[in-house]
T-cell receptor, first 115, second 114 residues
Framework: EAGVTQSPTHLIKTRGQQATLRCSPI?????VYWYQQALGLGLQFLLWYDEGEERNRGNFPPRFSGRQFPNYSSELNVNALELEDSALYLCASSQTGTATNEKLFFGSGTQLSVL | SQQGEEDPQALSIQEGENATMNCSYK?????LQWYRQNSGRGLVHLILIRSNEREKHSGRLRVTLDTSKKSSSLLITASRAADTASYFCALALPSGAGSYQLTFGKGTKLSVIP
């Protein structure tokens, strides 16, 4: 069974550009989560999608957005990139977003570098 | 802050020794989970302990939870060089409509020296 896959592995952009990151969850999982891991800051929750709907978002500006497709894959878009957006972006999936004792399955991440 | 705080931030031990990491938090939780991250990679789930449980074991891992002190510990016994990684505690916090969201701490970086 394939795990959570993310693409691209690395992405280099310049300030002001837009970045698109992609995630495919484990087959059968309907929930997708996005986290940002900047150096020394731990994992910061970005967005949660379930059944095609945005269920929750973290404390990030609106230029961070995304969507979930009918096949449950997801895109994270970051507009007007800033230097501090440089980070490892991790996608995770779970069977549903509502079970009280669910664990997350993570992809290997996309390393975004903003120059 | 609603995230857990791991302690210590970094830990270096010899192979064969035990490693203990702690996580403290300030809010009520549904469950607490521990994850491991090898350098620059995705996180891997290790163990989940519910709020009504006090201790759980999985192989060489032992997790305790004290809800009165709002703290948890992860013990890795007989450590191996392959245990070198960052370890994160994650709190399952209510996020509305009966669902829960995992909030991660900054992690403990464990180095096991062969």
């Amino acid at each position: 069974e394939a795990g959570v896959t993310q693409s691209p592995t690395h992405l280099i952009k310049t300030r002001g550009q837009q970045a698109t990151l992609r995630c495919s969850p484990i087959s059968g999982h309907t929930s997708v989560y996005w986290y940002q891991q900047a150096l020394g800051l731990g994992l910061q929750f970005l967005l949660w999608y379930d059944e095609g709907e945005e269920r929750n978002r973290g404390n990030f500006p609106p230029r961070f957005s995304g969507r979930q497709f009918p096949n449950y894959s997801s895109e994270l878009n970051v507009n007007a990139l800033e230097l501090e957006d440089s980070a490892l972006y991790l996608c995770a999936s779970s069977q549903t977003g509502t079970a009280t004792n669910e664990k997350l399955f993570f992809g290997s991440g996309t390393q975004l570098s903003v120059l | 802050s609603q995230q857990g705080e791991e302690d210590p931030q970094a830990l270096s031990i010899q192979e064969g020794e035990n490693a203990t990491m702690n996580c403290s938090y300030k809010t009520s939780i549904n469950n607490l989970q521990w994850y491991r991250q090898n350098s620059g990679r995705g996180l891997v789930h290790l163990i989940l302990i519910r709020s009504n449980e006090r201790e759980k074991h999985s192989g060489r891992l032992r997790v305790t939870l004290d809800t009165s002190k709002k703290s948890s510990s992860l013990l890795i016994t007989a450590s191996r060089a392959a245990d070198t990684a960052s370890y994160f505690c994650a709190l399952a916090l209510p996020s509305g409509a009966g669902s829960y969201q995992l909030t991660f701490g900054k992690g403990t970086k464990l180095s096991v020296i062969p």
